[in-house]
Each structure stands twice: as structure tokens, then as C-alpha cells.
């Protein structure tokens, strides 16, 4: 990996860093025209994705494990993207989520942000002990995910939840789990060694 070559994604990550936590300031404040500045950082980010893909395709050796980081940092994009299509069409239904709900949903936000941030400063240090962290802390993510699917699908039952509320919450827990699944990826690809050490002591 190359200083040089890690600095060029930085303002990539710091568009999807930024996209995701306006999409979140929208959600806690249902402030619609945030979600207008986020959509319009989703556009850059697919034009920078094919720019930077070509220029590290042609990169030196050194930076072979970043020539598909930007591919998923678009994919975190894309999820983005239905995050934003979710709290609009919670705007336009008048659609609200119960407080437990709206705790959850702001929770996962938080965290998906914090390991967004973190794979940008992997891609920037190759750091193992933080490739480590995006590791683990993405699976815990997921499994946190789950417990609120779950307990949102009690909720439901018991008649707390209203269904009209259920496929857009569980739709925002799909999307925010695909962006700590492609930080998991950028790991990954980063620091391919420790994907196989931790898979070794999970055995």
C-alpha cells in the first residue's frame, strides 16, 4: 500500500462518512432537505468510483489492495441511497416509529458511522489492531441488527409497532447492515491476513 494512493480515497470515504451522517441528522430531526444534500453526495460518489477504480487499476503493486475499495465504498453509497428513499417515503406517509424503535434505528446509525470511519483510517494506515476492530465490531453489528429485528417482530405481535411502520424499519436495519458489511469487506481487502486469523480463532 501507498501513502499516495490511500490519500486519494480519502475524500470518497469522506463523502459516503458524510452522506450516511446526514441521512442519521434527518432521521432524529425529520429535517427532509438534509436528505437533499445527502442524495446529491450519493451522485459524486459514483462519479469518483469509476475515476478512482481506473487510476488504481493502473496503480503500482504496492497498492493492489485498494484497487476495489472504492467499489465498495459506492456499494455503501447505494445503501445510503435506500436509506434516504426510506425516511422520505416516512415523510411522505407520515409514518413514526415507537421509541424503542427510534432508539434502535439511531444506534445502529451511530455505530455503522463509527466503523465507516474507521475503514477510511485502515485504508489510510493499513493498521492491523483497527482492521481487527472493523472485523469484530461489524459482526457484533450484526448481531445487534438481528436482536432488533427480532424484538421489533415481538413488538409487531403484541400490536405495539404498526405494521405500516414495519417494512420501512426493517428495511433501514437491511441498509445500515450493508454498509458495516462492505466496511467488513474493505478490511478485508486491506489486511487479508487478519480476515484469516480471525476466522481461525472463531474455529
Known sequence: MTTASGELLR????????????????????????LDTAASLGRSIHKREKELTEHLLGAPPEAQSLRFIPAHVERIGDASE????????????????????????????????????CAR???????????????IESMRFQDVASEFARAHEERLIE??????????????LDYLREVTRHARQIA???APRRAAADIAARA
Open 11 to 34: 475524500p470518497l470515504f469522506q463523502d459516503a462518512i458524510e452522506m450516511l451522517s446526514l441521512t442519521c441528522a434527518s432521521f432524529r430531526r425529520h429535517d427532509a432537505k438534509t
Open 82 to 117: 435506500g436509506l434516504i428513499r426510506c425516511l422520505r417515503t416516512m415523510d411522505a406517509e407520515g409514518t413514526v416509529f415507537t421509541e424503542r424503535g427510534t432508539r434502535e434505528v439511531n444506534e445502529l446509525f451511530e455505530h455503522a458511522i463509527e466503523l465507516l470511519e
Open 121 to 135: 483510517d485502515l485504508t489510510l494506515t493499513g493498521n492491523r489492531v483497527l482492521a481487527r476492530h472493523v472485523e
Open 159 to 172: 400490536g405495539v409497532c404498526m405494521p405500516r411502520a414495519s417494512s420501512t424499519y426493517l428495511a433501514i
Open 188 to 190: 478485508a481487502r486491506v
